[in-house]
């Protein structure tokens, strides 16, 4: 998706692969996205350690409008 939406967005994100293998919090979200929102698509976005620009400039670039819903969620242990 960051490539369709051009140069704005494409560099900042990176594929899964290149993200800690590890990571579950999309696994702990996602049945509760599938109950509540039955017809969606997804963008999963990992973020370590990154300023508030550093995050709202892409998220601008993929941002869809009113239909477009971002679900921020944090264990805050690491």
């Known amino acids: ?7 704005a967005v494409a560099g ?3 594929p899964r692969d290149a993200a800690p293998a590890r990571e579950h919090c999309l696994e702990v979200q996602l049945p ?5 929102l039955a017809d969606f698509r997804i963008v999963p976005l990992l973020v370590g350690e990154a ?3 550093e995050i709202a400039e892409p ?3 993929l941002w869809g409008g009113e239909e477009t819903l ?3 969620s944090s264990d805050l242990c690491r």
């Open 32 to 36: 509760f996205l599938q109950i509540m």
């Open 70 to 72: 971002v679900v921020i």
């Open 51 to 53: 300023t508030p620009k």
């Open 1 to 7: 998706m960051a490539q369709e939406r051009g140069p």
């Open 12 to 14: 900042t994100f990176y």
């Open 59 to 61: 998220l601008e670039a």
